[in-house]
């Protein structure tokens, strides 16, 4: 994530509500994709440096979990990332309201990166069938670290169903995420890490599945026709096959070619977010400056992609060895084998080809999925 500036000229940053060196109220303009000094102007109205008009969203206003600006224009009383959560626990009760503030910033943060790459976004109140929703939910009692059941409370699952994606309450936990992330004997599990995961199997379904990008996705990734729950029940079973880092990016995604996609699509937003960090920062990795983050509408978007890999590699090394510096767990406890490696190609030259930065219109794309899923209901 890039860091921005207030009008004072002090560094700001993705999650600032109020400026530490002038105190001027800080919010980000989703239209703009920036943070930004923002002045009161009366009436729940408030103006941008550059005389633009909003208000703030009302979990910003009301609840202090977002801090994210509506454009005066719009109409809902909720920002474009607060709009997607269909679902969340009581925000009056302090404890569950911060795991919301939680949840929310992690995927305030994956959106600004969606928003850069120029993927789409939609509400399901503005398309039932194609939009992106999020619910936020509990099985377990969060005021004893979710250890216990609720009572008559369904299982809660992780997951991507039909652009519905869930997050279990208790990953915002710090001690319940850990023990499952020990309990599961994982390298990495955190909020961002579930978001960026999750958003891929919704990319997928509306980028991938069904259009001429299909049978390139099939060679890579597999034929993912495969029995879902039958691959999947085998994996929890008896774990990834031994081979698993000669062929896949983590040893969740040989459980199936759906998460071998998922898997790599969170990893491809860990390396661009971590990348453009490091450019912001002004890093310099084996005598070269790291380029700013190659979102498609960038000038570097044309830097080849086995550079942007490379470089990716080098800074990724450097900082696992930082983190031991400091006697915690690696940054990027992972190693790219030639196969992860040519997937993470395939899922750069997706996003690339349906960017709407590339001139892609995006209207088209959801309308061309309503009529491909008119077409098969008919048949
Ligand atoms: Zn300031
Ligand atoms: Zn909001
Ligand atoms: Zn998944």
Same mark, same amino acid.
């Given at each position: 994530m890039q860091t921005f500036h207030c009008v004072c000229g002090n560094t700001i940053f993705?999650?600032?509500?109020?400026?530490? $060196?002038?105190q001027r109220r800080l919010a980000f303009l989703p239209d703009q994709r920036r943070m930004s000094a923002v002045e009161s102007v009366g009436g729940g109205r408030w103006k941008s440096p550059d005389g633009a008009l909003y208000r703030r969203c009302r979990n910003y206003r009301r609840h202090d979990i977002c801090n994210w600006m509506v454009p005066a224009?719009? $109409?809902?009383?909720?920002c474009l990332s607060c709009r997607l959560t269909e679902q969340a626990p009581d925000l009056n009760d302090p404890r569950q309201s911060l795991y919301v503030y939680r949840l929310e910033s992690a995927k305030r943060h994956l959106l600004y990166t969606i928003l850069q790459l120029g993927l789409p976004v939609r509400t399901k109140a503005d398309d039932p069938d194609w939009g992106l929703a999020f619910r936020f939910e509990t099985d377990r009692d969060p005021d004893t670290e979710f250890v216990h059941p609720v009572e008559d409370a369904e299982t809660v699952w992780t997951g991507h169903a039909n652009g519905t994606i869930t997050i279990n309450l208790?990953?915002?936990?710090h001690v319940a995420r850990e023990r499952m992330r020990v309990q599961m004997k994982e390298r990495y599990r955190t909020l961002l890490g579930h978001f960026r995961h999750e958003v891929g199997h919704y990319y997928w379904a509306l980028l991938v599945d069904g259009t001429d990008l299909h049978a390139s996705y099939r060679e890579l990734f597999g034929d993912e026709r495969q029995d879902y729950g039958k691959t999947l029940a085998r994996y929890y079973k008896r774990g990834a096959p031994r081979d698993w880092n000669n062929r896949f990016i983590s040893p969740y995604a040989s459980s199936h070619p759906w998460e071998d996609w998922a898997e790599t699509f969170a990893h491809y937003l860990h390396m661009i977010d971590t990348l453009g960090t490091a450019n912001d920062f002004g890093f310099v990795v084996q005598g070269r400056q790291i380029p700013p983050a190659p979102y498609p509408d960038t000038v570097l978007a044309e830097v080849p992609f086995d550079e942007i890999l490379d470089l990716f590699i080098h800074l990724s090394i450097g900082l696992n060895a930082i983190s031991r510096s400091m006697g915690v767990a690696d940054l990027y406890p992972f190693v790219l084998c030639q196969p992860a490696k040519d997937k993470l190609r395939f899922v750069h030259e997706v996003i690339h080809a349906r960017s709407s930065h590339r001139g892609v219109d995006q209207m088209s794309l959801f309308d061309a999925r309503n009529a491909l899923d008119k077409a098969v209901a008919e048949a």
């Open positions: 993705f999650k600032n509500t109020r400026c530490e $060196s002038c224009a719009e $109409s809902d009383p909720y208790a990953e915002a936990d």
